[in-house]
């Protein structure tokens, strides 16, 4: 017959136990999601290992966004810290007015309007507008494939590839993107934003690929059970690959009798 000693004795070892597996939980958490903040800042489709212009100035915004937010934590775990240590001396701030207008009015009009100056000033990067267009590529999303035209100068198609993108080193691709069915949404992480693939209706999309890296598109919109499948490589070319890869894939117009 266990005693009240052997009782305590039993209920610390278990409220030991308990806190050590709590505690490993707790670093295996940490360990975890460290692992995946260093992993999203890189691979074949993370937007912080940008691969071209548009995609270095997304990248860039969201870790301006990043260290301003960290930044306003700090402040705000302060101004709580100062709080907690004031001791005993609950008297009201004397002109609890400034603190108010100060972080409630004046502190987050300044970050946001600085924000936006600092997106519209770069918006011509990501559009890719102003720019001269080396290559057109009509972009068809459907269940479940993406079917790619590649035109030559004269509007006609020169090449076709499915579920594979093939892009030249260095030059700006426009890209006509459209659905046979129901709505897509195109996007190469590592290149740029994303654009719908609405049936009925072209959206254009400006991009170039600066770094021949891997990287991989897929559709950013779910569009149904096999969703997850809609990806598609995309291999960056120098241009004697690019040359040989069109004639690879070139479209055969005697037995189409036309272009498509």
Not at 117 to 131: A, F
Not at 210 to 217: E, K, T
Request: one cysteine or more; glycine letters at 10%; aromatic letters at 8%.
């Amino acid at each position: 017959m266990k005693g009240p000693r052997c009782g305590a004795i039993h209920g610390t070892r278990n409220g030991t136990i308990g806190y050590r597996d709590r505690h490993r939980r707790t670093r295996g958490a940490i360990a975890t999601a460290g692992a995946t903040v260093l992993c999203a800042c890189a691979g074949p489709q993370s937007a912080l290992d940008p691969a071209g212009p548009a995609a270095e100035t997304i990248a860039q915004t969201w870790w301006l966004m990043f260290w301003a937010a960290i930044a306003i934590w700090v402040l705000v775990l302060a101004l709580l810290l100062y709080a907690l240590l004031r001791g005993r001396d609950t008297r009201a701030l004397a002109r609890p007015q400034r603190l108010i207008v100060g972080g409630g009015l004046v502190l987050p009009t300044v970050v946001l309007a600085a924000l936006l100056v600092y997106g519209t000033v770069h918006s011509s990067r990501v559009t890719g507008l102003g720019e001269e267009v080396d290559l057109v590529i009509e972009v068809t999303g459907r269940q479940w494939q993406w079917e790619f035209h590649y035109r030559d100068g004269d509007g006609a198609a020169a090449a076709i590839s499915i579920d594979e993108l093939a892009l030249p080193r260095g030059r700006m691709v426009e890209f006509h993107v459209t659905s046979a069915d129901v709505i897509h949404s195109f996007w190469i992480p590592r290149l740029g934003g994303k654009i719908d693939a609405i049936p009925g209706r072209v959206n254009r999309l400006r991009l170039r690929a600066d770094r021949a890296a891997p990287m991989r598109g897929q559709c950013a919109e779910f569009c149904g059970l096999e969703h997850a499948h809609m990806v598609f490589a995309v291999r960056v070319l120098e241009e004697d690959a690019w040359d040989d890869w069109l004639r690879a894939h070139a479209v055969d117009r005697t037995a189409s009798g036309a272009a498509p």
